[in-house]
């Protein structure tokens, strides 16, 4: 079954370490997203890719980085200078055809991510 | 600025009670797309439905229900005959269209949750 995979689903990391998040597709999208979200609030954009080596950022994009080498993978990267890492990290990706820019996403199972 | 609104923090209801989850949005833009999404306790969003702002259709899918209103901005949500397996939470979502580098974007609003009792 297609779908998007990503792991772990649960993290911990002491504060001042980095840590990768992995988010793996194999709906042949070109899209791909990374969405943060806290309790009580909804998700907010850290970062989007649309196609491969290219990517731009969301509206929380401080204190992380990804990459796309590969269409099927968007990893992300909390580094220690993200002042609030703790929360609960959404991977999705959307087709990105013709004119139809606003595809639904399709969203992976998360990773809880607590750091102390 | 874009903004979705979910008044509804959380809503209780006791099986096989109809129940509507209020959406409000704010755009400047005349094109735009506007969502629902399901988050059950497993965490994954579930995608319900995708309305454009020239389509104010009313929409029925099972149980299922969806108000546009482009007069009042509102975008709102209806199960009819709720079941506890609707126990989630549901989020409402805002994309404008617009340049290449802007698409897919989502606007989210803050989620109201769902929670049908037996």
Known sequence: DGGITQSPKYLFRKEGQNVTLSCEQNLNHDAMY????DPGQGLRLIYYSQIVNDFQKGDIAEGYSVSRE??????????S???NPTAFYLCASSMVAGEDYNSPLHFGNGTRLTVT | AQKVTQAQTEISVVEKEDVTLDCVYETRDTTYYLFWYKQPPSGELVFL???????EQNEISGRYSWNFQKSTSSFNFTITASQVVDSAVYFCALSEVGFYNQGGKLIFGQGTELSVKP
């Open chain 1, 34 to 37: 990374w969405y943060r979200q």
């Open chain 2, 49 to 55: 439905i995708r309305r454009n702002s020239f389509d």
């Open chain 1, 81 to 83: 200078a993200q002042k």
């Open chain 1, 70 to 79: 590969k269409k099927e993978s968007f990893p992300l990267t909390v580094t």
